[in-house]
């Protein structure tokens, strides 16, 4: 689905000019997947209508699937939400 990997570019490109850092202070190993890059994927799901987490790994490119598995994504996205409302707002 070359949309959903077309608006994940676009708000991680805004994203990383607003924001300095990749990854927050938590962080023990480089995950192959960053905080920004996973907050970028929650707000294009949420920018799409995507509610379901099931659809929404359905519908990944095969570039960002294979960076991430669903309960990690999942787990650090509960960890960020605060970050994502900050964001929002």
């Known amino acids: ?35 920004l890059e996973l907050i970028c994927l929650s707000l294009t799901a949420e920018y799409l209508g995507i509610d379901s987490e099931s659809d929404l790994f359905r519908k990944l490119p095969k570039t960002l699937f294979s960076k991430i598995e669903r309960s990690v994504y999942n787990r650090r996205r ?10 929002r707002l």
């Open 1 to 35: 689905m070359n949309n959903l990997n077309a608006i994940h570019e676009s708000i991680l490109k805004v994203l990383s000019q607003i924001s300095e850092q990749q990854l927050l202070p938590y962080q023990r190993r480089q995950p192959r997947f960053s905080d």
């Open 78 to 87: 509960r960890r960020l939400v605060n970050h994502i409302d900050a964001i």
